[in-house]
């Protein structure tokens, strides 16, 4: 069964910082790119970052750039998302999903699996 957990959202001030992690079982990790989306209230769902899988091409949106981090880890099946200096409109729910593209896709219908999503909450 495929699955993908993710997990380490939560409330945080302004200026502080979360990682999230996504764990991914039920098939080759390796072979896929990986990629964090999120969705804000009233918002569409919007790719944050996305690596491909000799993490070698990386994609940021500009309004994360200079302040995420994304990495994977093959020999755990996982993906992060380092999250510093966070900014209130940075709260959303986060969605780590697996493409078998080559290149990082930032179009969600790109993406295969899809993890359950984790709250994070940023206040002022």
């Known amino acids: 069964e495929v699955q993908l957990q993710a997990f380490g959202g939560g409330l945080v001030q302004a200026g502080g910082s979360l990682r999230l992690s996504c764990v991914a079982s039920g098939f080759t990790f390796d072979n896929y790119c990986v990629a964090w989306f999120r969705q804000a209230p009233g918002k569409e769902r919007e790719a944050v970052s996305c690596m491909s899988t000799k993490s070698d091409k990386i994609y940021y949106a500009d309004s994360v750039k200079g302040r995420f981090t994304i990495s994977r880890d093959n020999a755990k099946n996982t993906v992060y998302l380092q999250m510093n200096s966070l900014k209130p409109e940075d709260t959303a729910v986060y969605y780590c999903?697996?493409?078998?593209?080559?290149?990082?896709?930032?179009?969600?219908?790109?993406?295969?699996?899809w993890g359950q999503g984790t709250l994070v909450t940023v206040s002022s």
């Open positions: 999903a697996v493409s078998r593209h080559m290149v990082p896709s930032t179009r969600s219908d790109d993406y295969a699996y």
